[in-house]
Every structure is written in C-alpha cells, then in structure tokens.
C-alpha cells in the first residue's frame, strides 16, 4: 500500500492507509471518563477516522467508537486513540482524527466490509 498524504492544522502528515470520505453517526466514548456522545463520521479508513463532536477530547485520549450503518446488524465496536484535534470555535464541533487499535481479527474483517459496503 502506498502512502497517502493528509492536511491537518496546516502541517503535513501522511497515512499509510487510504481514508474515504463518508457521512455516518457513531457513538464516541471516552475510557477514561466514561462519557458517551455522538459524533459524525467525516472519513473512515481501516486504519482510523476523522470525526466532529461536542466534547473537548486530547491527543493521547483513549475513546471506543461504535459505528451505525445500514450494512451492519449491530454497532461496530473500535478501541481507538486521538492522533490529533482541532480546537472548536464558538460555531463549529470538534474535529479530530483517531487511529485504531485493531485487537480483534474479527472487527478488522467487520471494519473492512463497512467500508467496502459505503457508496463514494
């Protein structure tokens, strides 16, 4: 696989995995402090995704995404952690991006056919 570059906050960052852009919900919560919000889904790609929310989350932060979408049965479940935030202003979400922790072959093979199934 080849190395996709990225903008975010006005430095260069590259991926190692393709990310497509997408309009799901998901289901953000946070292990630490064990708050659960909603978010909405800007890209996803097997090996993270970015994402708005009403919550301040940081760098290093550990959060379990639970994704809903038509082409799965229940929510799929991702440990994952923030790479990186975009601070809100008084209008806007929280944008951040988060890498995931793959630890279960099976989530992999689940993330894999979500984002085969969605339409770009």
């Known amino acids: 696989m080849g190395r996709h570059p990225a903008q975010s906050g006005g430095s260069r960052k590259f991926r190692v995995q393709d990310r497509k852009p997408v309009r799901l919900q998901v289901s953000v ?5 064990g708050w659960v919000r909603a978010g909405r889904v800007q890209n996803l790609g097997l090996g993270g995704v970015c994402f708005e929310i009403d919550e301040e989350i940081a760098v290093g932060d550990r959060l379990v995404l639970s994704f809903v979408a038509p082409a799965l049965w ?4 991702i440990r994952s952690r923030v790479a990186w935030t975009r601070a809100r202003t008084s209008r ?7 890498t995931f ?5 099976a989530d992999v093979f689940a993330l894999f056919e979500l984002v085969g199934s969605l339409v770009f």
């Open 29 to 33: 919560t946070h292990v630490g402090s």
């Open 74 to 77: 229940d929510p799929l479940a």
């Open 92 to 98: 806007e979400l929280v944008r951040c991006g988060a």
């Open 101 to 105: 922790e793959h630890n279960n072959p």
